[in-house]
């Protein structure tokens, strides 16, 4: 992973106050005769140092702000401070998401699929890596060849899982993976597998016209966790915008048991795909946010 230094610090601008130096998580910068200097040689280049700055001294080149520059939404470039925003309607948004297994045929636009993304990517990610990939089906027949390709790994692993010598073979040597799946998965997926051919009845993304796949490249500290945040804020904020969404867990599995899937979408062999997003506009709606289980829930000490 790239941890070049690219902060620049403009010293006629700097005031000394030190702030700088008190946030960075990587003791790239430091104090010299009352003025902020870069004095290590490793950057997160996490933008800490820029966004704390009261006089505008510090740039972080490896950043971008138009990365985060949005095509179909305004967004104020202010921070909201701890507290400032209203967590009972933060609150309301998260319960008020739902997955949506019933989509319109209206496509969804490029641009705000792109701008779906650019919310992911304001997710955290371990050590500031940001190694997150976006594969974007923008078109329904996209979605559809994907979810073809889905449905012949799991005809083949249905064929597997029926084999009683497979199964004995799974369970002597990887733990019964196979017979789990037969037991818990073969029939549900026999059906959906039955009604696409028979009656072009699409369970797998539920008719929806397109999606994002979320992966990450090597050299992340933590890919899954970095991929899963960035997802949730590709939820959240596709709820906002007026789409459903719904995480499509059986494409994840066939994408990482069969990685020719992937290649075929141009993603590259050292990639891992770790969530399969469908969306699209809803065509159900909802009167009334749903429940939970109560969690296990523990306070140490």
């Not at 040689?41 to 800490?48: D, F, I, P, Q, W």
């Not at 915008?241 to 020719?260: K, N, P, Q, Y």
């Not at 590259?268 to 109560?294: F, M, Q, T």
Request: include cysteine; aromatic fraction near 6%.
């Amino acid at each position: 992973m790239n941890r070049e230094v690219t902060t620049v610090i403009d010293g006629e601008r700097c005031t000394g106050c030190g702030l700088c130096v008190r946030v960075c998580p990587a003791d790239t910068l430091g104090l010299r005769d009352g003025k902020a200097v870069v004095s290590g040689s490793r950057s997160l280049n996490c933008g800490h140092c820029a966004a704390v700055c009261p006089a505008g001294a510090i740039e972080v080149r490896a950043l971008d702000d138009e990365a985060v520059r949005f095509e179909t939404l305004r967004v104020e470039p202010k921070v909201l401070a701890p507290g400032e925003y209203d967590p009972g309607l933060l609150v309301r948004l998260m319960r008020s998401r739902r997955s949506c297994r019933n989509y319109r045929s209206r496509p969804v636009a490029k641009a705000l699929l792109a701008d779906l993304v650019r919310v992911g990517i304001t997710a955290p990610s371990g050590t500031n890596s940001q190694q997150w990939t976006f594969t974007v089906l923008e078109r329904r027949e996209q979605v559809i060849a994907l979810g073809d390709r889905v449905g012949l790994f799991f005809g083949k692993l249905n064929r597997l899982a029926a084999n009683p010598l497979a199964r004995l073979y799974s369970r002597l040597l990887g733990g019964d993976a196979l017979g789990r799946y037969q037991r818990r998965y073969a029939r549900t997926t026999a059906k959906a597998l039955r009604v696409w051919r028979e009656e072009g009845v699409d369970l797998l993304f539920h008719g929806a016209p397109a999606a994002i796949l979320v992966g990450s490249r090597p050299g992340a500290s933590c890919p899954v966790e970095d991929a899963l945040l960035a997802s949730q804020n590709i939820l959240l904020a596709a709820h906002a915008m007026g789409l459903g969404s719904c995480l499509i867990g059986f494409a994840v599995e066939a994408m990482r048991r069969d990685r020719a899937i992937q290649q075929e979408w141009g993603i590259p062999p050292e990639e891992r795909i770790h969530a399969v997003i469908a969306l699209g506009y809803p065509d159900e709606h909802y009167l009334r946010p749903a429940g939970r289980k109560w969690p296990l829930v523990r306070f140490a000490g």
